[in-house]
Nanobody, 123 residues
């Protein structure tokens, strides 16, 4: 059973940056695409970005395009989300997912996911 652990969340001011890390184990990392999704208070899950299993292609939702960057480290089976120019509406719990297809824009494609990391953007 795959395990994913998100870290790097916290509180940041608008315009600031955070880098989230997803540490994975228990599955063959190179056979899965990976995504980052989030859930804001009182709202549903929102897919943000995905990267294919080779790490050669990345996809972004319009809401984060140009501000967020996804990357992966196949040696250490980790995925990162660099978040720049953060806005209050980015406040949410952020999850990484291991996906059966790329991009994993729908929750029925998420094979494994973590417990989430809280990101709060506030003055």
């Amino acid at each position: 059973e795959g395990q994913l652990v998100e870290s790097g969340g916290g509180v940041v001011q608008p315009g600031g940056s955070l880098n989230l890390t997803c540490t994975t184990s228990g599955f063959t990392f190179t056979k899965f695409a990976m995504s980052w999704v989030r859930q804001a208070p009182g709202k549903g899950m929102e897919w943000l970005t995905g990267i294919n299993s080779r790490g050669s292609s990345a996809y972004y939702a319009n809401s984060v395009k140009g501000r967020f960057t996804v990357s992966q480290d196949k040696t250490n089976n980790m995925v990162y989300l660099q978040m720049d120019n953060l806005k209050p509406e980015d406040t949410a719990t952020y999850y990484c997912t291991a996906d059966s297809q790329c991009p994993g824009t729908r929750n029925n494609l998420w094979r494994f996911w973590g417990q989430g990391a809280q990101v709060t953007v506030s003055p």
